[in-house]
């Protein structure tokens, strides 16, 4: 659209939507409008306009005779929008943005919102958010200017970053409306007098981004392993106790527990722990490829605890089936390898994962609603959330390092197959400084780096639970109290607390329902069968209509196949055990066709449709044949199972 038909367009919705400076309120329209979407900030708003105003921000008439807002600074005055001609400034700033990419806009500085009127007209479709850290910004804002049609059907976020937002929770709400491709419009202004907000809110939303991206790589390497973990590990879970559920928690309750993982100063603990370990001080529970270095100075937790779903994960406990040592048990995530819970000699108990779609289908538990343990990115966090379920009194961390140590990324006695124990120097080169527990600076990866800041999340939410971080020269983790654990053996464990046995426990799960939950899937699958059979002719038909150029006739069978899409969807043999296994590219799926909404070319628009359905249904039927195999297989060792 050319610059002067954008203005005059802009000139003439403001004309309309711009209130009359003497009703110096907020508009009823935009009362309703704020009130469903952020009734929190409308009640603000609402007591700071029956508030006497602080000067600090002024409306005043720009020579073109619209109103203009400028802010009065200790030492200057800032005006946020022209003082000559806000509605051809706000043009001319939106028309470098090339938003065509971006999922979602976020706009820092709402001002009295030129540039976001201008970029309505300009991007209609255009999805958006609002961040305004001055609050009486936003009140003029919504006192001068009224919404249109699009611009409340747009609109998804209001905030202010006012201490009751809870701001983490905002920023993942708009990586999840962008889907990963956010655009930040910032006003100029704001970066020089907002800039320590700004730059905190920014770095939010890169770490959220980054996460984002993590979390999409973690799913593009295990969405379908997670799903093959599930079926075959459901034979195990069947006959082990649930941790959450079937132990006596007594045993554990106000108790310590030491979480001991793989990092280098974990050689410097290993006394410690023996003589913890010998007197029963606390609960020795060892993560991940610890158990090694524990096993190597022959000392035996009193639980290993392993989640990683990964085909090789079978190699970190390979030295206990070695030594065929059964009086260590095993405490498994239900999505772990498969490979390592076979032929395990000792005792073994599971909790269930956020990444399993099959237990919580199948599984209903006697006494109780079934707890779950959010999937993270170490067994460290897996184990922090398990044990503040479980009541522990003391969580105490051991080898945590997430940095470097004197060069070395693992404790002594730790076997890798995949990384050297010593620090190459280009990752050293690449390091991201840290503050470590002694508050010295320390160098750390961006992997360690998000696994510290997912475990203080969970920490903060679990502030009951007392954190003693004694991992000599670790990072410093927010949350935590660092005592060295010496220390602690000298004030703290003093007593005999372990119970030997308290793993000894069945499990109280459902058989009747369990078998009811069968026979509904195998009539599902069956039906599920026939869904994806009939979408394969849909699309035969809506090809052949594509060759022909038949497109006056080619919408009905649009509406059929989506129609059938929305069914396969809603069969629980499909959304449990098929979905899962390829959720990425269903979702890339669903966003391609989204996307082809805005395809003005009909027959473009066709010939993209008939692609992405072809794809999509050609994967449903490579995965369902590999999913029935699995199921079959599972069901008949639940049977096998039931006899015994």
């Known amino acids: 659209m050319r610059y002067n038909q954008l203005s005059n367009r802009l000139q003439l919705l403001l004309q309309r939507q711009l209130i009359p400076k003497e009703n110096a309120m907020i508009s009823v329209d935009n009362r309703i409008i704020l009130r469903r979407k952020n009734r929190e900030l409308l009640d603000r708003l609402l007591r700071l306009e029956n508030r006497e105003k602080t000067g600090n921000v002024v409306v005043e008439l720009a020579k073109t005779g619209v109103p203009t807002l400028k ?104 990586i999840e409306l962008s889907k990963g491709k956010l655009k930040i419009i910032t006003l100029p202004i704001y970066e020089k007098v907002y800039g320590d907000k700004i730059v905190r809110l920014t770095e939010k939303i890169v770490d959220a981004l980054k996460q984002r991206s993590n979390a999409l790589s973690v799913n593009i390497a295990f969405q379908k392993r997670w799903i093959i973990n599930a079926i075959n590990n459901f034979s195990s879970v069947l006959k082990t106790p649930n941790i959450l559920h079937d132990i006596n928690k007594s045993m554990f309750a106000g108790k310590p527990v030491i979480i001991v993982a793989a990092g280098p100063s974990l050689n410097e603990e290993i006394e410690n722990l023996r003589y913890i370990k010998e007197n029963g001080l606390a609960y020795l529970f060892s993560v991940g490829s610890a158990i090694n270095a524990l096993i190597e100075h022959g000392i035996y937790p009193d639980a290993a605890c392993t989640y990683d779903p990964h085909e090789m994960n079978y190699k970190v406990i390979q030295k206990i089936k070695n030594k065929k040592l059964n009086t260590i048990p095993l405490i498994f995530g239900s999505t772990v390898g498969f490979e390592t819970l076979e032929d395990y000699p000792g005792k073994l108990l599971h909790m269930i994962t956020s990444q399993d779609t099959i237990a919580p289908l199948l599984l209903k538990h006697r006494t109780a609603n079934i707890d779950f343990i959010y999937d993270a990115p170490s067994i460290s966090i897996i184990m922090f959330q398990t044990l503040c379920k479980l009541g522990v009194g003391q969580i105490i961390l051991v080898g945590q390092n997430l940095a470097y140590m004197s060069d070395k990324y693992y404790a002594e006695g730790i076997d890798s197959t995949s990384l050297s124990q010593e620090i190459q120097e280009q990752s050293l080169a690449n390091a991201i400084v840290v503050k470590d527990v002694h508050g010295k600076e320390g160098k750390t990866t961006e992997g360690y780096q998000n696994m510290r800041k997912q475990f203080e999340m969970y920490i903060a939410r679990s502030k009951h639970t007392n954190v003693i971080n004694t991992t000599r020269g670790g990072a410093a983790i927010e949350g935590t109290v660092y005592k060295p654990l010496s220390e602690l053996l000298e ?154």
């Open 491 to 644: 004030q703290q464990l003093i007593k005999k607390v372990v119970c030997r046995q308290w793993f000894e426990s069945e499990n109280n799960y459902n058989h009747d329902y369990l078998n009811s939950q069968l026979r509904s899937l195998t009539a599902n699958q069956r039906k599920l069968n026939k869904m994806l059979k009939s979408t394969i002719s849909t699309l035969e038909i809506i090809q052949q209509k594509v060759i022909c150029e038949e497109f006056s006739t080619i919408e009905n069978e649009y509406n059929k196949l989506n129609i059938q899409f929305e069914r396969i969807t809603h069969n629980p043999f499909y959304s449990s055990f098929m979905a899962p296994m390829f959720r990425v590219q269903y979702e890339q799926f669903t966003d391609n066709i989204s996307s082809l909404q805005k395809e003005t070319n009909i027959v473009k628009k066709a010939e993209k449709l008939v692609r992405e359905y072809q794809y999509i249904v050609t994967t449903h039927s490579e995965y369902y044949d590999l999913t029935v195999e699995l199921f079959e297989k599972m069901r008949e060792q639940i049977y096998s199972l039931q006899e015994i």
């Open 71 to 174: 802010l009065m600074l200790e030492d200057s005055v800032q005006y946020v929008h022209s003082k000559y001609n806000p509605i051809n400034e706000s043009e001319r700033f939106i028309s470098q943005f090339h938003v065509e990419e971006a999922n979602h806009v976020l706009f820092i500085g709402a001002g009295l919102g030129y540039h976001i009127q201008a970029f309505i007209l300009a991007h209609p479709g255009t999805t958006f958010s609002i961040y305004e850290p001055n609050e009486e910004v936003l009140l003029e804002y919504l006192t001068h200017i009224t919404f249109d049609h699009f611009g409340e059907q747009n609109l998804s976020l209001t905030f202010t970053g006012h201490h009751s937002e809870n701001i983490a929770f905002v920023v993942q709400q708009l």
